[in-house]
Structures are given as structure tokens and as C-alpha cells.
């Protein structure tokens, strides 16, 4: 199926079905007067949940108000009305019926004597009462609060643009990988590495900005990005869009990823989930939390997951292995200790250099099974990770925080790869080529921050800053061969002999055994200071040095120029203005900062790269919070990107440089998430993409980064319970689309054309405890390729249609 829209008619569509969905009213459900329930004693978090899906009901919580509470249950004939008094008993709370037949809970009243006036129960303002960010079991696409940046904010405080994906949303998409979930995400493009791994891309540059819990995290590897992560362990996952120096330091203006562990509940709880697809793909999953003492304040949570799987293509395999555990301990009134530990193990049979094309461009449209690579190829790695949270909360309004972190990597790669392009009347013209790689880094990190809020000129403000500190020591021994053997592109031999390590190293015509090291530090605050009711400005900065070199681990000579910067401000500004209640506008600038290692011909370093996000924008909160919306215009300019010096005579060596590249991105972004109408979940983002060079002499008036970020882009999916006698099925679907992405190499141009990719899903409540779902990924079978590359590499297809079944429990 060719889908093709042109640019407008696309803007078109999605303006007009945001702005539908935006205004969208309650899908009206008749109630019985009575029904039977059976609802067991037990958390009430959980016995709510129940009761709304056994009554077909829409209920909206916040977790604050019933963590810590229990239930006695129902079981009997009752009315909603009646069922909601049993299971609320003497948690003082009730549910309030709005206007849209959907229910809310709120603190209950006091029964008024005779003559007197109702009045509702004293509310005590307390820490625990900001909103809770955390997203499982809120079954909502629509995130409360996110963390990305430093304390608890919502989406409207934070002056750039910001997608969720919630427990919710990964569950029902079963996106199992971090991969998966970023590929799902509005503006967000995946790039797949020749050399393995995944790049990841935002607004047309790369993403190296990572975080766990809001900490940061340093990546270095020597070829490719070959981090991964498994979504079992995870809550959610925030991205923030554009330039976050503020939060980093250095790194590219693209986004910052925040991978939020899942942490203890303070109520028992057993999850178990089990996955069957095509391609002999098996995934299974045990999720226990709960209190570890009487009294409670001893938490913990155990995850292990195992997911093994065949690939559409021939030969290759892969089986991986997570084990997470996290304890949380109340140390006294306000303060908490939280420290975990993870390791995941990979074991696979990889397919990393893709598949050529012929030699002029042309889709050699080689079968989608095809493997070109050896049956001992293996990508083998261990990422073992240590944390520990103290923080303490003197009062409800300031939050203290400090974190350590350890992770540690461990690679073992080595695959047969080809290169070359096929001739289209010999088909020859592919070449053997072997590779090892040894790899592996030891990460540390520290972070202390102080987050909270203050009266001051009778307003209520904001103010946040930090320290940290973070260190990545890594060695690597990596040899490329080329073994002067033909390659037969329709009748691969996927039994050629593997060559010992030795050899490699011996006939390698590039690699080296290098040590690498980097080191950054940095402190920042940033101010909210409130100067109207509805008018915010927000100004901080951030001050970071940072230091990083490559030597050869045998000679100890320099592999490469160090990095080195010193006292590099990268500042941050925004103001918001709320329109009313629900919605509020914003406009912001950020800066980022990357080092970069070439010299002048005077032989200094060049300054660093410098990306500068300019954003503007609407949010809004829709339906008493159950929907987020959002819409923003955005440009990002990167200067000091280098340029080969052709006037000046070098000081050493035989190529220096000049500070005189410039690119340019901007666009569009636009996203809903959340309950739209009752039962009706619903997460969509479309990004509108300009590359273009500006001062870049080479490449001036051309596109920019077009492979990597297609110029328009869709990401949608919908899940909707069915009303009445139905309430147990729910039924998704949803589509990822983009228009042409293109790769030039010495004249030939390799391109995709527009595609789009649709998926459907169908589950049943079995019981309060059982459910199952059937899944259908790419259900029109459309052959495509994920990515492209060039005419000799680097091509790679995207998977055809797969169904998968999934159960799950939970007690």
C-alpha cells in the first residue's frame, strides 16, 4: 500500500484532527440502576480499578490519595453510587459523579448536623499531595507530572515540547525495548547502525543525552551506539525536544531521554505476563512489590524478564535476560532512602551491515530473509548497574536530593559483514569483510540537587540547582579485516569459516586497542518566579567544565586530539502565560554545548559546537486533566561546526580547520495523550521537519540530516474500551508514517519513499485478575526499509507483519 500525501493536505489533517479531538465530547454510556460485583478486600488503588472496569465506569485518581489505604470490597447487587460507598468506607474519600458521566475522587465531606451547613473535611497540604508522576496503574496515555528535569513539574510548567509514554501505553503497544518506545515517540526517528546498534534522532540531530531517574548518564562507544535497555523495569519514559544544556551540559540539540525506574508500592502487588509472536518469539515477565514490615516502612520490588527470538531474516537469534531489585527504606518523617541494583545480559546471533543495493541506487529487492553474515556472528554484552536515592523533604514545600550511580558494560562482537554494491547484470561486486570488537566502560556519577518554592512580593515562586559530577572510563580492541572473498548475494554461505581474533588483529586495516576517558562537572540553578497570576518567567544557567581523551592502551600515544572545555555557560530562559485553567502559552530559548577535537592551522582547539533551541508554543490540560495537548514551532541553529582551512598553512600536521559550519532545523511539533472521550485512550504527535546548511561551504543551501528525519511525520495510536455488555473488550490500532528519507553517497542518492505502517490490537478482561490481547504489527505487510544507506551497505527492511498473543495477570 503507497500512501501519499502531499505536505499541506498532511498539515491539514493533522491540525483538523487535533483540533476534533481537542473539542470531542463524552461518548455517552447507559448504567444499569444495580449490578453484581465481586471485588475482594485488598489495596485500594487496585479494588478501584476493578470496580471501574467491572462497571464500565470512567474513574480518575490521583495516587497520592489512595496510597497507603485499603479496601474491604464489595460483592453483591449494587448500584455505582452504592458500590463506590462500600469499597470508600472509612478512607475519607468519595466519588463524585461530573458532568461528562465520568467519576472523580475527592475528599469526603462531613455529614452536616441538623440545621448546619455541609462543609468539607479540613484538607492538609503536605508533600504528598503534589502531583504524582508515577504511571503505572493510572491507565492513562496522559502523564500527571514528569521529572526529566530537576523536582516534580507538569507538562505546562516545562517551556519546551515534552512527550510521555506511560506503563499504559508500553503495555498495550508491547513495546518491550527502549528502541521500540522511542520509535513510537512524536519526533523521533531510529537509525540502524552498520556496525550495530540503533542511532536515535530528534529534529535532525542525534540524541546523546541520557537519564535515569533524572540523572545523568554518559554513552561512549567506539563504533556504534550499542546501548539497550528493557522496558520491564521501567515506569515511564519523558523525552524532551531541542536543546537541554540546562539538564546536561554537553551533547547535541536534539532531546534528552529520561528512563524512570519503577519503584516500590506500598501495597503487595504480583504482576505476571507472558508473549507468544511469530518467529518463535517468547517473552516472559514476574513484577513483585509490597512492604517488607509491619509497619511499612520497608519496601521492595523485584523484576525479571526473559525474551528470547528468531528474526525475519535467516539465522539470527537473540536472547535477553533482566534482573532488577530496588528497596526503599523511611528513614524518619520526611526523609527516604531508596537504592537498587540491575543487570541485563545479551546473547544473539546480529545482523549488522544490511543489505547492498545495485551499484546505480535501484533496489536490488533482495528477499526480506536475506542474512548476509556468518552463523558464528554474536553479539554478546552485560550491563550491570548500581544506585542509591537519599532524599529528604523538611517541610512540603523544599525537596533535597542527593544520587549515586554506578553501570558497568561489558561488549563481545564479531560478525562476517559484506561491502559493496551488486552489479545489476553480473550480480557480482560484493566483498567479504570480518570484524571483532571488545569493548566495555565503567560509569560513575554523583547528584545533589535542591528543588522547591518560596513566597516572596506576595507570589509563590520556584527555584532549583544542583551539582554533579560524572566520570566514564572505557577500553576498547576493535580490528577490521577484509578477506578478499566474493559474496554470492542470493546464496549467502552462512558457513564460512570464522577467522581466530589474532588474524584479524594481524590483517586489520583499521581499529586499535584504546583507552578512553571523560569527565564532566557542572552546577546550575534556574528560578520560576512568578510576576502575575498568570504570567512565569523562567531564567537559570548552567556552568560545566568538561575533559575527555582517546590513547592507544599499548603505547600510550594520543589516538586523537583531547576534548577540553572549561567554565562553558549554557543558559536558559522561558516565560508562560495561562490562559485559563486549562490552557497556557510559552516560548523558550536553550543552549547545548559539544566539545569538538579539531585544530587550527594555529594549532588550538576550535571552540565548541553550539546549538541554540528557539520554541514556542501552546499546552493544555483538557477534561479535568485526563488529556494533554500540546502545540509548538521550533528552530535550532548549530554553529562552530568544522570546516577543512584550504587558506591557511597548518602548524602541524597536513589538515586543520575553521570554525565556520552552520545548519538550521525548524518546524512544527503537535501531540494529544490521554482519555479524550470516556474509554477512549489516545496518543498522537505529527512533526513538521526544515533541514537546511547555512554556512557550511561544502554544502551551503542543501538538505540537512533528510535520512535521519523524514520532513513529515505521524505517530498515532488509540485504544477504546467497548460500553455496556462489551465493557470487557477493548479494541487499538494506530499508524506510524513519514514521508521520503534519502541518503547521498558520491553522487548516488538511496531513498525510501513515504510509507505508512498500521497495527491493531484486540483484548478481554477475562476476570479481575486475567487478561489476554492479540496484536498485529505492520498489518498490511508493507515492504519497506527502515533504513538506508548507501548503494554498498547499510540498507536495512523493517519487519513484516507479526501477531503476537499476550496474558497477563495481576494479584
Known amino acids: 500500500m503507497n500512501l501519499k500525501l502531499n505536505p499541506p493536505a498532511l498539515l491539514a489533517i493533522s491540525c483538523a484532527v487535533s483540533a476534533a479531538l481537542t473539542t470531542l465530547p463524552a461518548l455517552a454510556q447507559s448504567q444499569p440502576a444495580s449490578a453484581s460485583y465481586a471485588i475482594a478486600a485488598g489495596p485500594l488503588s487496585t479494588a478501584l480499578n476493578d470496580f471501574a472496569v467491572a462497571a464500565n465506569i470512567s474513574l480518575s485518581t490521583d495516587p497520592a490519595q489512595t496510597r497507603g489505604l485499603r479496601s474491604p470490597g464489595v460483592r453483591g447487587l449494587y448500584s455505582v453510587a452504592q458500590g463506590f460507598a462500600l469499597l470508600l468506607a472509612g478512607s475519607g474519600l468519595e466519588a463524585v459523579q461530573l458532568a461528562n458521566g465520568g467519576y472523580v475522587l475527592r475528599q469526603a465531606a462531613i455529614a452536616p448536623q441538623a440545621g448546619a451547613e455541609k462543609t468539607m473535611a479540613p484538607v492538609t497540604i503536605s508533600a504528598s499531595q503534589e502531583r504524582d508522576p508515577v504511571s503505572e496503574h493510572d491507565n492513562s496515555y496522559a502523564a500527571r507530572a514528569v521529572t526529566v528535569g530537576k523536582g516534580v513539574q507538569t507538562l505546562r510548567e516545562i517551556a519546551q515540547s515534552v512527550s510521555v509514554i506511560t506503563r499504559q501505553k508500553m503495555d498495550d503497544q508491547n513495546l518491550t525495548t527502549i528502541d521500540a518506545v522511542l520509535a513510537n515517540t512524536t519526533g523521533i526517528t531510529m537509525y540502524d547502525s552498520p556496525m550495530g546498534g540503533r542511532y536515535v534522532y530528534s529534529r535532525g540531530f542525534m540524541v546523546d543525552t541520557y537519564q535515569f531517574d533524572g540523572v545523568n548518564r554518559a554513552m561512549y562507544y567506539p563504533q556504534a551506539n550499542s546501548f539497550t535497555s528493557n522496558t520491564a523495569v521501567l515506569d515511564r519514559v519523558e523525552v524532551v525536544r531541542g536543546a537541554t544544556g540546562l539538564l546536561q551540559g554537553t ?427 470516556r474509554g477512549w485512550q489516545l496518543f498522537a504527535g505529527y512533526t513538521l521537519n526544515n533541514f537546511k546548511y547555512l554556512d557550511q561551504t561544502s554544502s551551503a543551501g542543501l538538505m540537512f540530516a533528510s535520512t535521519y528525519s523524514p520532513r513529515h511525520m505521524l505517530r498515532a495510536w488509540s485504544d477504546y474500551r467497548l460500553p455496556g455488555a462489551l465493557a470487557a473488550w477493548s479494541v487499538g490500532g494506530g499508524v506510524n508514517f513519514q514521508t521520503e528519507s534519502s541518503r547521498v553517497t558520491q553522487g548516488i542518492t538511496v531513498a525510501q519513499g513515504a510509507y505508512a505502517l498500521w497495527s491493531a490490537r484486540a483484548a478481554y478482561q477475562i476476570d479481575r485478575n486475567w487478561s489476554a490481547s492479540l496484536s498485529v504489527t505492520n498489518v498490511l505487510d508493507k515492504r519497506y526499509y527502515q533504513t538506508v544507506g548507501a548503494p554498498a551497505w547499510g540498507n536495512f527492511y523493517g519487519e513484516p507483519r507479526k501477531a503476537s498473543l499476550t496474558l497477563r495477570a495481576r494479584f
Open 251 to 677: 551533547g547535541s540539540p536534539g532531546a534528552a531521554i529520561n528512563m524512570v525506574r519503577k519503584r516500590p508500592l506500598a501495597d503487595k502487588q504480583l504482576q505476571l505476563a507472558v508473549t507468544g509472536g511469530r518467529w518463535n518469539a517468547l517473552r516472559g515477565e514476574v513484577d513483585a512489590t509490597g512492604p517488607l514490615n509491619e509497619s511499612g516502612s520497608i519496601r521492595g520490588r523485584v523484576v525479571a524478564a526473559h525474551d528470547q527470538r528468531d528474526f525475519f531474516y535467516d539465522v539470527a537469534d537473540s536472547r535477553t535476560d533482566v534482573l532488577y531489585g530496588v528497596l526503599e527504606f523511611d528513614l524518619a518523617p520526611g526523609s527516604k532512602l531508596t537504592t537498587g541494583a540491575s543487570v541485563e545480559k545479551l546473547r544473539s546471533t546480529p545482523f549488522f551491515s544490511g543489505l547492498p543495493l545495485y551499484s546505480n541506487g535501484r533496489d536490488s529487492k533482495l528477499p526480506r530473509s536475506s542474512f548476509i553474515g556468518a552463523d558464528w556472528n554474536r553479539w554478546n554484552s552485560k550491563q550491570t548497574a548500581a544506585f542509591a536515592e537519599f532524599e529528604h523533604r523538611p517541610d512540603a514545600d523544599w525537596s533535597l536530593k542527593a544520587s549515586a550511580n554506578y553501570t558497568r558494560e561489558r561488549h563481545d562482537v564479531k560478525y562476517m559483514f559484506n561491502l559493496g554494491a551488486i552489479n545489476p547484470v553480473t550480480m557480482a561486486g560484493m566483498m567479504r569483510y570480518d570484524g571483532v570488537f571488545d569493548y566495555g566502560t565503567t560509569n560513575k556519577g554523583v547528584d545533589l540537587s535542591l528543588d522547591g518554592k518560596f513566597n516572596a512580593f506576595g507570589r509563590r515562586h520556584g527555584f532549583s540547582a544542583g551539582v554533579n559530577t560524572n566520570r566514564l572510563e572505557g577500553d576498547s580492541d576493535f580490528s577490521l579485516a577484509m578477506l578478499n572473498q566474493g559474496i554470492n548475494a542470493l546464496q549467502p554461505d552462512h558457513g564460512v569459516e570464522e577467522p581466530s581474533d589474532t588474524w584479524l588483529r594481524e590483517h586489520s586495516y583499521r581499529g586499535a586497542p584504546t583507552v578512553t576517558s571523560m569527565r564532566q562537572t557542572g552546577a546550575y540553578g534556574v528560578a520560576r518566579i512568578s510576576v502575575s497570576e498568570p504570567f512565569t518567567v523562567v531564567a537559570g544557567a548552567r556552568v560545566s567544565n568538561y575533559k575527555s581523551s582517546n590513547i592507544n592502551r599499548i603505547t600510550g600515544a594520543e589516538e586523537s586530539d583531547p576534548y577540553k572545555e572549561n567554565g562553558v555557560v549554557t543558559p536558559y530562559g522561558g516565560v508562560l502565560y495561562a490562559f485559563d485553567p486549562r490552557w497556557s502559552g510559552y516560548a523558550s530559548v536553550s543552549d547545548i554545548f559539544q566539545p569538538q577535537n579539531s585544530r587550527d592551522a594555529a594549532g588550538a582547539l576550535l571552540d565548541p559546537l553550539k546549538g541554540r533551541n528557539l520554541e514556542a508554543g501552546v499546552k493544555g490540560e483538557l477534561f479535568d486533566g485526563k488529556v494533554n495537548a500540546s502545540l509548538a514551532v521550533f528552530r535550532i541553529e548549530q554553529r562552530n561546526r568544522a570546516e577543512l582551512d584550504l587558506v591557511h598553512t597548518c602548524s602541524s600536521g597536513t589538515e586543520c580547520y575553521i570554525s565556520a559550519g552552520k545548519v538550521r532545523s525548524e518546524g512544527v511539533d503537535a501531540e494529544i495523550s490521554g482519555e479524550v472521550a
